[in-house]
Each structure stands twice: as C-alpha cells, then as structure tokens.
C-alpha cells in the first residue's frame, strides 16, 4: 500500500491505494501557515479513522503545485511513516509523451492526471480538472499531451465577484433550480455553477473539433460532482484519478 498525496492551492488530496484498490480519499485545506508536526498529526488522525496503520504502508509519493510547503509535506510524510516519499517533478518517469512549447513548465497535477487517464481510458483523452483553477488537457490518439487550457475556477471567479461589487456576497456552490435566477442568489449560482458547465461542453466540443475526432472525456477535482452532471457533453467523473496517477508514476520510479 502506498500514501499519495496530491499538494493543490486549495485543498490536498490524501489517501492510501495499492493494486487492487483504493482505501480511501479524504481533502484537506491548504494552508501555508501549518508546520510539518501539525500536517503530520492530521494525517496520523485520517489514517487511524480509516483502520490504517503507518506500518502497513510501503512507500508515498507526493504532487505538488504549492513549492513552498513540498518539504514540510515530506517532512510530516517523515514524521508519520519513516519513508522519504517521491516527489512528482524533474527526473521522474512518468511515460508521459509532452509536446507542449515548454514540457518543463507542466504543472505536477496536470501530468499525474494525464498519466492515469491514457492507462485507465486510453486515448484521444480530454480531462478536466476542477480545483482552484479549471483545467482542461487533451491527449491525442497517439497517446502525445498536446495542451489544454487553464480558467479561473468557480471559487475564485466568485471571490473576484465579491471583492470588486459592493452588493454581493459569497454564496454556496450548488446547482441552482433554473436557469433564469429570480433573486441575486439564484443569479449567481446560476452564473458559477451553469455557466461553468456551459464553458465546459463549449470547449470540448471546440477542442474535439480541432482535433478532428471524438475523444473519451473525463473529469476529476473537487467540484466535478457539482458541476458535471450539468453538462451535456458525457463525461465521466472520477474523483480517485489523481491518487491512481500517483501509484502509477510511483510504480515506474520505486526501487524494488
């Protein structure tokens, strides 16, 4: 069994899987103040709710997009189970074939999700990702990552709306009840939420035509169950994609 834990702007994604399955996924907010002794205690905390000792677990890996607390992270991943884990970064073997202007600049996540897209969907593949940004990558029917793009996720488009209108305030997240709000409430959920999902079909559909063929879509991050199934575009959901790509570059670079 292996710990992976995926490091976003937003939230961290944790969890244990091995060959056969996943253990379990739980999301924990970011926070940069959080010292390696306090990470290290809440991931003790999760792993003992889910019946998991630290000793049954063989290696870590770690994603990151938030340099500034990947070594407090290794340091808490230390702490808890002895093992120095992998990170995601230069001189890892994905088996990933990039072919965008600068591979290099590829952000951690964006490679982790397409690595266990193409081996549990194949390809052509467009995945998206809805953290604090949404993303959106294609891989050709070559199995090559072309590129994508990068929006504001639905939590920062409504912080932006907050801070710069002096009549709005935050809302909650969810699918409205129509299209057409009938208070500012409604309005806004209907512009986040719906209007997301209407960014979404728009875009696959664009990208599938430059393409110039269908491909499998499939979709993963935090707010995917909110937004997806308001899509008319099939998509799949899969919120365990990240933790899959982690063991798969995990078992491509682990000494054995």
């Known amino acids: 069994m292996i710990l992976g834990i995926d490091m976003g702007n937003t939230n961290i994604v944790f969890g244990c899987i091995d060959n056969d399955k996943v253990y379990f996924t739980e999301r924990l907010s970011t926070d940069r103040a959080h010292t390696d002794a306090e990470y290290a205690m809440t991931f003790k905390m999760?792993?003992?709710?889910?019946?998991?000792?630290?000793?049954?677990?063989?290696?870590?890996?770690?994603?990151?997009?938030?340099?500034?607390?990947?070594?407090?992270i290794i340091r808490a991943v230390e702490k808890i189970t002895g093992i120095s884990p992998l990170v995601v970064g230069p001189?890892?073997?994905?088996?990933?074939?990039?072919?965008?202007?600068?591979?290099?600049?590829?952000?951690?996540?964006?490679?982790v999700d397409a690595v266990a897209g193409v081996q549990e969907y194949g390809a052509p593949l467009i995945i998206i990702d809805m953290g604090t940004a949404t993303t959106v990558?294609?891989?050709?029917?070559?199995?090559?990552?072309?590129?994508?793009?990068?929006?504001?996720?639905?939590?920062?488009?409504?912080?932006?709306?907050?801070?710069?209108?002096?009549?709005?305030?935050?809302?909650?997240?969810?699918?409205?009840?129509?299209?057409?709000?009938?208070?500012?409430?409604?309005?806004?959920?209907?512009?986040?939420?719906?209007?997301?999902?209407?960014?979404l079909d728009s875009l696959v559909q664009r990208m599938m035509e430059e393409l110039g063929y269908s491909a499998t879509v499939v979709a993963t991050g935090g707010l995917a169950n909110?937004?997806?199934?308001?899509?008319?575009?099939?998509?799949?959901?899969?919120?365990n994609l990240l933790l899959k790509g982690l063991k798969i570059i995990y078992d491509k670079n682990a000494k054995k």
């Open 137 to 199: 990558s294609v891989i050709d029917k070559n199995k090559v990552y072309m590129g994508g793009i990068i929006a504001p996720g639905i939590r920062v488009s409504m912080d932006a709306l907050v801070s710069t209108t002096s009549q709005l305030s935050k809302v909650s997240i969810s699918k409205p009840q129509k299209v057409i709000g009938r208070n500012t409430i409604d309005c806004m959920k209907s512009g986040l939420v719906i209007g997301a999902a209407c960014m």
């Open 91 to 111: 001189g890892i073997k994905t088996g990933l074939d990039i072919k965008t202007d600068n591979p290099a600049a590829l952000g951690s996540d964006l490679i």
């Open 226 to 239: 909110t937004v997806i199934p308001i899509c008319k575009q099939q998509i799949i959901i899969d919120n």
């Open 46 to 72: 999760l792993l003992e709710h889910h019946s998991i000792d630290s000793d049954e677990i063989d290696g870590a890996i770690i994603s990151s997009v938030v340099p500034p607390l990947t070594d407090t």
